[in-house]
């Protein structure tokens, strides 16, 4: 065969030998890192996605909890691993706040990372004991600013969504209130429900029992739109305090440099999970709704995030972890 004749031949070849590979994949399980303890709702998320991605491409995605650091220690895991497809990550919005609480990472956020998609927007929801006598958002600010620095709120950590949240409403209400951290979520409602703390900022999931049971009540939720879990219930901006939406999302994201076909054949069955009537149930149980973006559009978003909380974070005088 002629060399001119042969280069088709061969380019052919090569186009079938990449379709091959690129119809192989996966041919064997998936790693999920989450980078949160069991239990949590990105983990419950995660958990809930991999079993029905699972069952479409015909291979095992197992979940690996890798908790510590705010996050930091699985997120390095992931931005470390083989760029193959066979290590992804399921984060929540901790990731773009983590440049600016830590003085210094051992990855880089943006370069690290391969954007597939957003899963869910998880609304917090501002909770009060009824003891404190307090029924809308504008009584809660009305009874701050009578009160300079004497009321305090919750939340699951220092620069933690919850945290993050609180500060953003605190300023854009104009009031003064003191954050009280705790070690997760269980915590702070244990304490907002004795009425030892003021207010908090909530994951839905661990307190839609007690609002149903009257036991907290829900003021407002601070996401930019009403949760479907909780569709009376107004956001802080609809409550009177415009500025103060806080957008907590967990998303899927893969280490640099995987391939584009494995992102978008990811993105795509994320897609698919979301549709299932199993994922929908258990999103509206978690307060969970399910949100995607292409892969370049989550990339966009996150980068402007990382700006936008760097911002807050500095607002808030929150001083970097060393």
């Given amino acids: 065969m002629k060399f001119a004749t042969l280069l088709p031949a061969l380019a052919a070849l ?22 949160f303890a069991a239990g949590s709702t990105t983990d419950i998320i995660a958990r809930a996605i991999a079993d029905k991605m699972g069952q479409s491409m015909g291979q095992t995605l ?9 996050g930091t220690i699985g997120q390095q895991a992931v931005a470390t691993a083989a760029p193959d497809g066979y290590t992804i ?31 869910s927007t998880t609304p917090n929801v501002l909770v009060i004991s009824p003891s404190k006598n307090i029924k809308s958002v504008q009584e809660l600010v009305a009874r701050a600013k009578a009160e300079p620095g004497k009321m305090n709120f919750a939340s699951a950590g220092q620069g933690s969504a919850t945290h993050l949240n609180a500060e953003k409403f605190k300023m854009a209400a104009k009031i003064d209130a003191t954050n009280i951290p705790f070690k997760g979520s269980g915590e702070a409602v244990s304490e907002v429900l004795s009425g030892r ?63 584009k076909a494995i992102v978008n054949r990811l993105h795509d069955e994320v897609v698919k999970a979301l549709a299932t009537p199993e994922v929908k149930e258990r999103f509206l149980k978690l307060g969970a709704d399910a949100w995607t973006l292409k892969p370049e559009q989550f990339d966009a978003y996150i980068r402007d995030e990382i700006k936008s909380n760097a911002a807050l974070v500095k607002a808030a005088g929150l001083s970097p972890t060393q």
């Fill in 89 to 119: 990550m399921i984060h929540s919005s901790s990731h773009t706040v983590s440049p600016s609480t830590f003085a210094k990472l051992p990855f880089d956020t943006v370069a690290d990372f391969a954007p597939i998609t957003p899963i």
């Fill in 197 to 259: 703390v003021d207010y908090y900022f909530s994951p839905i999931s661990p307190v839609i029992g007690q609002i149903k049971e009257g036991q907290l009540l829900a003021l407002a939720v601070g996401s930019p739109k009403r949760a479907t879990a909780l569709p009376d219930v107004p956001t802080t901006a609809e409550a009177g305090v415009p500025g103060s939406e806080f957008n907590f999302w967990i998303g899927m994201m893969a280490p640099a440099k995987t391939p």
């Fill in 14 to 35: 090569s186009l079938s030998t990449a379709a091959f590979a690129q119809d192989g994949y996966p041919n064997k399980p998936i790693r999920v890192v989450v980078p």
């Fill in 62 to 70: 197992v979940v690996d909890n890798r908790g510590g650091a705010s």
